[in-house]
């Protein structure tokens, strides 16, 4: 349920209807926006009668809400989220490119290919220490080694990094090391791992599952915010269908269906959608002029050596006119990608 506030409120007021709530046994979530207060309740709201908070004469408007997401829900949120990334500010009319390989494949590689994404206009640099991989003779990562190259590099070339996390098991490791924990697709509905990312304070970024509807992936989110950690980026990275002239297929209009539903700021993997590179600058351009605030892309100086999905990685020359082209596409749309 969702109450709007009159304008001319004051806080004591607020805080009585607030309180009033609260003996009834619902949880109070309280949203500011630029021009009015909403007070979403969360609980079995058909025990209350909307009606009945019409007595409080500072009520504007009681809505109930029907989607069974409810913290990561625009209505309870009007205002888009800005998720701070040590630093880096994503969401609002903020556009950021992240940048990286696939996998972390030695200490010599990450310091090669760290400065040249920065100078091609990465803000965050990625690269896999865990890999989830479907074969497993496949490479698996350096594990607790990968991170700690990653680390090393944040430190030198003063970047946020972001890698994928497997296990519960990890989390204080990432917390030590990473900058944006990344929840892959196959994790997605981990719902043990969700609730165990609920109670930090470290930004989430949380891929969409491989066949997963747009409401399961909000709904994984929820499990983030319900557990008390606002810092939640969405990723879509493409969803498998009966096409197979691409690795996935990405699905654009989920970037304004989950903004429309959504306050949380949502990016696009292309790398991993199209699963050839020849395909990734159109599919970036395509998110970027469809409202998505940000891109997460594998690049890799010797694709044609990677340990993993080097078919899919742009070299960083090609990265660099990218993300040259994605800020003229960003100004199009009055939108800043720095």
Known sequence: MIIKIKNNAT?????????????????????????????GVIGDTTTIDPNSLYAYEYVDTVLRVQEAFKKVNRKFKPDDTIVDV?????????????????????????????????????????????????????????????????????????IPVVSEIMSVDDIDLFVKHVDLIQVGARNMQNFALLKELGKINKPILLKRGIANTIEEWLMSAEYILAGGNT???????????????TRNTLDLSSIPVIKKLSHLPIIVDPSHAAGRWE?????????????????IVEVHQTPETALSDGQQSLKPEKFKTLVAKCKRVAEAIDRTLE
Do not use: M, W
């Open 11 to 39: 806080q004591e007021q607020i805080n009585e209807l607030k309180k009033h709530l609260v003996n009834k046994g619902f949880e109070i979530h309280e949203s500011f926006g630029k021009s009015t207060t909403i007070i």
């Open 231 to 245: 810092n939640v980026i969405l990723c879509e990275r493409g969803i498998r269908t009966f096409e197979s002239s």
């Open 86 to 158: 040590a630093g880096i500010k994503i969401g609002g009319k903020n556009i950021v490119v992240i940048g990286g390989p696939c996998a972390v494949e030695s200490n010599q590689q990450i310091q090669e290919i760290t400065p040249l994404v920065i100078e091609a206009g990465a803000k965050i640099l990625r690269g896999g220490a865990y890999k989830p991989r479907t074969s497993p003779y496949s490479f698996q990562g350096l594990e607790q080694e990968g991170l700690e190259i990653l680390s090393q590099a944040k430190q030198k070339y003063n």
């Open 279 to 295: 395909y990734i600058e159109s599919l970036s351009l395509a998110s970027i002029a469809a409202g998505a605030d940000g891109l």
